[in-house]
């Protein structure tokens, strides 16, 4: 991948979020009668900006992209005409001021319900929770997991693919308790396996937590036979045919097609000597494989695909689909559960039981983009989806400077019947451009360290 399938869908992404989170500030203060004097995607020097409006409100782009703000009528930045102010921000009541600061974490909230109930009516290619001993088994071999269970309910919550089984594990191993799972074996009996996660530590290292757990997806064993081939491949050019059975390469036994792409990709135009059954009759062809890069490495290829799956067999992947109602419900309940999740985590941080490493900056972020946009639309909208919820979480964390903080400051202000004294407030701004600058820098730290060490 080159760096634009990075930057693009991140900067695509970005400026999604930015833009959801201050038309949400932006319309209920213009619902709350509050002039807009700008609206700006990004900080520092604008590089575009555009008079609209009966106001005349400045619709910008800035230099600096990471963030954005609107900037309203107020006495306390500078003179405000005599006939203008009912409309300035700081002579609206509380209860005002408090709905326009939270409306953007609000509206980054809602974008990821929309996202999700879009996917979930949509529906999306999954993998099943079909389960398999990771080479960690010890608690899902006490728990008497047998390979090729498929999960059907966490402690009676239903799990339709993997990611909701990890993110149900996940959930509960926060709390290190028991928990029930009700699979369907290979055989088609129902039953129950007993997980103690009582010692499972979330934060692990590199191993993904469901490993740790000693799980990993199942997947049937693929037999070596070829499906359809490239004209101009290797393959075709030595002769080989669709439905051909590998039974054997230079000699060594094949029995699955992970093990032919294995020995194809080991030899780049280094002849191979395949031996094969067709129509129930066993043949040898000689296949030069031929040579291709792959981040930077040297492989071979021989331009064939695998066969597809006889009908009625056992398939890894599902589509999930809910209706409109449904899916809406598990739209909201699925951004209630990543926003509490990620308080939990950030509470476990400060405590000391989560790595601060965790914390991720653009670069990783960045790289995420990428990822999901190379895996397909559904997967690049999860993550979007996923870091809008990140951001209203953020911005709703009681630090001066973000718009938590000023909904602390209001919230103040209700209980104590007037407002918090000014030098209170700039020295809280103060402390709080401090945290986040720390925060931005450890987070930029974590991500120039991912790069170094891989």
């Known amino acids: ?81 005599p006939a203008e102010l009912h409309r300035s921000f700081n002579r609206q009541s ?11 974490p609000l509206a980054n909230f809602l974008l990821a319900i929309v996202l999700y109930w879009g996917l979930f009516v949509a529906g999306t290619e999954e993998l099943r929770p079909r389960i398999a001993l990771s080479d960690t088994p010890a608690i899902a071999v006490a728990a008497g997991v047998r390979e090729g269970d498929l999960v059907v309910a966490v402690d009676e919550e239903p799990v339709h693919s993997w990611q909701d089984l990890r993110w149900v594990l996940l959930r509960h191993a926060l709390d290190r308790r028991e928990v029930l799972l009700q699979v369907r074996t290979l055989e088609d009996v129902e039953t129950f396996r007993r997980f103690d996660l009582s010692g499972i530590a979330i934060d692990g290292g590199d191993q993904d937590l469901i490993a740790r757990i000693g799980l990993k997806p199942w997947r049937p064993l693929i037999r070596p036979v070829l499906g359809r081939l490239s004209e101009d491949g290797a393959a075709a050019r030595a002769g080989l045919l669709p439905g051909d059975e590998v ?26 000597r395949f031996e094969i059954r067709r129509a129930g009759e066993e043949a040898e062809y000689l296949v030069t494989p031929d040579a291709a890069s792959e981040n930077g490495e040297r492989i071979g290829r021989i331009g064939v ?4 799956p006889a009908p009625g067999g056992l398939s890894m992947f599902a589509t999930v689909r809910y209706g409109p109602f449904d ?3 598990k739209a909201v309940r699925q951004t209630w559960e990543t926003s509490v999740l990620s308080l939990q985590m950030i509470g476990r941080m400060i405590t000391g039981e989560v790595s601060w490493k965790n914390i991720s900056g653009p670069v990783t972020i960045a790289d995420y983009a990428g990822q999901s946009a190379q895996l397909g639309l559904s997967h690049y909208l999860k993550f979007v989806a996923l870091i809008s919820i990140s951001l209203g979480v953020l911005n709703l964390l009681p630090i001066p400077v973000l718009d938590g903080g000023h909904l602390l400051y209001y919230t103040v202000e209700i209980i104590k019947g007037g407002p918090i004294p000014e030098r209170v407030m700039e020295i809280g701004q103060q402390i709080g451009l401090v945290l986040l600058v720390m925060l931005m820098a450890f987070a930029f730290y974590n991500d120039i360290n991912r790069l170094i060490s891989g």
């Open 247 to 272: 039974l054997a390469i230079g000699g060594e036994p094949i029995a699955a097609w992970g093990e032919l792409v294995l020995k194809v990709r080991q030899a780049p135009d280094v002849p191979l």
């Open 327 to 329: 899916a809406a419900a």
């Open 1 to 81: 991948m080159t760096l634009l399938n990075y930057l693009i869908p991140f900067a695509l992404a970005l400026g999604l979020l930015i833009l959801v989170h201050e038309m949400g500030h932006y319309l209920v203060a213009r619902w709350c009668g509050v002039k807009v004097l700008r609206f700006s995607i990004g900080f520092g020097k604008p590089l575009y900006v555009r008079r609209a409006g009966r106001d005349g409100t400045e619709w910008a782009i800035a230099a600096f992209p990471l963030g954005g703000y609107v900037k309203m009528l107020d006495e306390r930045e500078a003179p405000v005409a």
């Open 94 to 104: 509380v209860y005002r001021r408090f709905a326009i600061v939270a409306a953007g």
């Open 305 to 308: 695909a695998v066969a597809e």
